[in-house]
């Protein structure tokens, strides 16, 4: 066993989520992912928490990577980055379309200097089309991509997704298209490019919703935390948090009412004794289950529930999700530590594979932290040619952190 | 140019969801997937909205694949399952932990069979850990997994997302699990097993609100549709619909207080001048901006903003979506089309590979449509075998179907 990616050399200049998210994914496989930062920082890097003065953001999509700095607005600096490029497997950006071609590192330059090069963009609206030059932030895709219109309480406004969706979206279609470009390269040798929208990845994540809207009758809204078409499928408050619930069927509904809510007189009566009787006497079903939900905690009643076997789960907050022991049996929140700034844990890889396991065997690195090594490593580099480089303002190196061990 | 996957048979057992969402994409890039169903079909084709009797929900997870229906309670129907293994490439299933085992068909088994079989199960909690036999709906895995918790109205109850987000995250991660094993196979020969949990999947999604909980001092709870850091950046009512704006330097606040609400004078505002006393003061701010924002159209708010480079969107509701002219542009809305029930619009293919792109090249199947084209093509059988296995009820034929052409 090896790691799966140990011999693919990432050229990493994505800049705060979608395109980190997805080249990480490629770092917690063995590829060896280089961030190449400007001087001022991959600007995700000024977004708290901190600690020791190191973004908390930065460090969770940015594990497993190392950092140089390159200044790419000087036409050594260009230069460099080709030399790079001719030794590299994969060029990741996510910049707004045209940033890349303007640099003369399109993909259409880069394939002449290595035909091999996988070339990722992972942009807010895509390389063609009317708005591929609109800049985009997580929120706006999210408005335009039809995901806000159908989250949020039933007769409410539509609502954002928690996480930054689409970049995570985007960044997980990313990874997908470089696996796959990846695939054909070790069959042909071709490299290609790879072309990801934020807003195409939420398109396809509606998947039913667009089936709904154009063969079911009406555009669908917000949804609450009500299931559509089984009941009692939704949330419901226990004494003390809330809670969800799924009776899915004649079995489930009888057990529900023996067991749980202690009524076995409802399992037969008229008005609740079929799904789409419940379904229709839903308010009436539910006066009679929220005050006794209401009597208990939630733990008591997830556990009679679970010893029912009927389907239902605690609406955890983010602290009882990192404690869960499930999730740590699962190894998902995992441990990185880093001279600079510490113990830190990050969630943990969530594609286990049984011959090339994914493994965090770096923390993030802070800015620059590896330039010098980076440039003795991929382009046999020596000390006095670096520091003319970093002289002439073309590299930097991380001198302000003490706490790094030196190269 | 030929398709990435051309070569690739998957034996696809998965239901509803998060395992035909993940094998879809292989069917998109012309991997040869075999939906293999019980005699009563995959659970997911009861789901509306229907047409000509069809589930379109079914249709919007299926598409790009052909369907043969074997019954896997018989033991000659698992005879014939492992004939086809040992000329298959994948095996895809998304059942509860245990139950592939119970059949004789878990990963060991087959391993026997064909030790390049590459195996993928997506399940609700994984295969591992203290929970892996817990039945898990999309809502349940949603409420434990985190997401919930954050999302939703800012001083209101925990949201579900709107699509079945954990099912979708769930089966892009053994999407790229699955395309990391084939990577790796055709390095080395080998197959291997895929766990991926959908709990999991969500939990990595929570990315920097792991940090925000354990270093930023409080657990995070549902954002609304405001940024934490920056204003204004939320979604306002138009006097049609709601749309978003993110006004994120003082260029844009410069432009936006001059040129969008003709209020010149607040630029330098004591209470408004910069983004922090924007944060601070943001109840009076939305005094003064909403009022202003219901007097005119959406389209006519966003088309004087995108004029000065101010970011914002509309928040498109799903038919919106689907006429938008960049989802148009980009392919995102495909058409597929079936004799049995005609033409179907479809999510697109998001990932847009430029040397070897996805294509929607086929309907998704009715039940059973390629039963005996599959078992001639791929076990080399003849009508009378497979007439004797439609007989003893090891498989069946969709002859219900008119419509379909004889094959």
């Known amino acids: 066993m090896f790691p799966l990616l140990k011999d693919i050399i990432v050229l990493d200049l994505t800049v705060a989520l979608s395109g980190p998210f997805s080249t990480q994914i490629l770092a917690d496989f063995g590829a060896n992912v280089i961030k190449i930062e400007p001087p001022a920082g991959d600007f995700c890097r000024t977004w708290g928490p901190f600690v020791n003065k190191e973004s908390t953001f930065f460090m969770s999509c940015n594990r497993g990577k190392r950092s140089m700095i390159l200044n790419l607005k000087s036409s050594e600096g260009i230069a460099l980055f080709k030399r790079m490029v001719e030794k590299a497997d994969i060029v990741s950006e996510n910049y707004r379309p045209g940033v890349m071609e303007r640099l003369g590192l399109g993909y259409d330059d880069l394939k002449k200097i290595n035909p091999r090069i996988i070339y ?62 990846l695939y054909h390269r070790s069959l042909t040798g071709e490299g290609q490019m790879i072309d990801v929208a934020m807003m195409d990845g939420l398109v396809a994540t509606l998947e039913n919703a667009i089936v709904r809207t154009l063969y079911g009758g009406a555009i669908p809204g917000p949804v609450g935390n009500r299931h559509a078409s089984i009941a009692p499928f939704e949330s419901y408050m226990a004494s003390d948090q809330y809670f969800v619930i799924a009776v899915a069927n004649p079995k489930q509904w009888a057990l529900f009412c023996e067991c749980i809510i202690n009524k076995p007189e409802m399992i037969d009566e008229d008005r609740f004794r079929t799904n789409e009787l419940r379904l229709k006497n839903l308010q009436t079903l539910n006066e009679i289950i929220k005050p006794i939900f209401r009597t208990r905690k939630a733990d008591e009643w997830l556990e009679l529930l679970d010893s029912k076997g009927i389907p239902c789960g605690k609406i955890n907050n983010i602290a009882q999700v990192i404690d869960h022991p499930q999730v740590k049996a699962r190894e998902m929140i995992v441990d990185t530590n880093h001279p600079a700034y510490g113990l830190i844990k990050l969630a943990g890889i969530p594609i286990k594979l049984s011959l090339t396991p994914g493994k965090v ?24 040619e670096i520091t003319r480089l970093v002289h002439s303002n073309v590299c930097s190196r991380a001198e302000n952190h003490e706490a790094i061990p030196k190269e």
């Open 120 to 181: 990722s963009a992972t942009s807010g609206f895509g390389h063609t089309g009317p708005l591929k030059n609109k800049s985009a932030y997580d929120m706006v895709v999210q408005a335009m991509g039809g995901i806000m219109s159908i989250t949020g309480p039933e007769t409410g406004e539509p609502t954002r997704v928690g996480p930054s969706i689409s970049d995570i979206i985007g960044g997980l279609y990313s990874a997908i298209g470089l696996m796959m470009a």
């Open 361 to 384: 065997t770096r923390p993030a690195p802070v800015l620059g932290e590896h330039t010098s090594e980076i440039l003795k490593e991929l382009l046999s580099m020596n000390e006095e």
